[in-house]
């Protein structure tokens, strides 16, 4: 197993290896789950738990002092911060509605996340599992060691696509992969601007917060739909105007910072 990932995580990361990295990770986890679900075993945070070791053990197979490159901390502005929040708080309006749009060409069938994620009844386990194990696990993954060799292996550019693509289509379905493929081009920027896992895990856990948020919506009829939901357009102008706003901060005291550099 090890030769295996070692194999793999030779540089250069090129796409291909990529692929292969996800399928053994994601493999893990979903063997873990269906193993779990067989013995009959309340398997609750185990799955995450499996998949965080799984990633951890890759991180190590990269070189002994791979996890503490990946998890060195960087002092970051506090405006970064508040740029971040209001950006990402506008974004979530935004990729919203996108997502309402999306269901407007391909439905969700009935039922079909239905026992599809571990959602604890306790609002303490539920920020856990759907907030930081996600946002501590799939940062390392996606921003610390594949994002991080991509930079070695394409253009930023192409690094940031390619890795925020594999982001999405680890979620196996279109509704989230399309949602997630947006965050990753961000996170993918973020990070390759600040070095800093701990601020991509900062923003994942937060975005992953406000999809708890209620948001406004509106009922719709048309011709081809007996009834969509969207939101209301002031709502959406809100959003723009917020998620603008932020991603301006973000730039400006990012082009401030490499002046200083």
């Known amino acids: 197993m090890n030769n295996l990932v070692q194999s793999l995580s030779d540089d ?56 503490r490159r990946i998890l060195v901390w960087r002092d970051i502005p506090l405006a ?23 269901l407007m060409v391909i439905p969700v069938p009935n039922s079909f996340f239905d026992g599809l994620f571990y959602e604890p009844e ?12 996600p946002g501590f696990t799939e940062e390392i993954f996606f921003r610390g060691i594949i994002a991080r060799r991509f930079y070695r292996t394409y253009s930023l550019r192409k690094a940031i696509l390619l890795s925020a693509a594999l982001f999405g289509i680890i979620h196996l379905n279109p509704w989230q992969a399309v949602n997630a493929f947006y965050l990753g081009i961000f996170l993918g920027w973020i990070y390759w601007r ?14 992953n917060t406000l999809t708890l948020m209620p948001l406004p919506y509106i009922e719709m009829k048309n011709e081809y739909y007996e009834v969509t939901w969207r939101h209301p357009l002031w709502f959406d ?22 002046k200083h550099e």
């Not at 209001?86 to 749009?101: D, P, R």
């Open 122 to 133: 306790n609002i303490i386990l539920l920020i856990i599992s759907m907030d930081l194990f």
């Open 80 to 102: 970064v911060f508040a740029g971040v929040l209001v950006m990402f708080y506008g974004f979530e309006i935004i990729k919203s509605e996108l997502h309402n749009l999306l």
């Open 194 to 207: 600040y070095k800093s896992i701990w601020l991509c895990m900062f923003i994942h856990a937060y975005h």
């Open 12 to 67: 250069p990361l090129t796409f291909k290896k990529a692929v292969l990295l996800c399928c053994y990770a994601e493999g893990m986890r979903f063997a873990a789950t269906l193993l779990f679900s067989i013995l009959k075993i309340r398997f609750g945070f185990l799955p995450h738990i499996v998949y965080l070791a799984t990633v951890l053990l890759i991180a190590r197979e990269m070189g002994k002092d791979e996890i």
């Open 237 to 258: 102008i809100m959003g723009i105007l917020l998620f603008g706003f932020g991603l301006l901060t973000v730039i400006v005291i990012s082009r401030k910072g490499k």
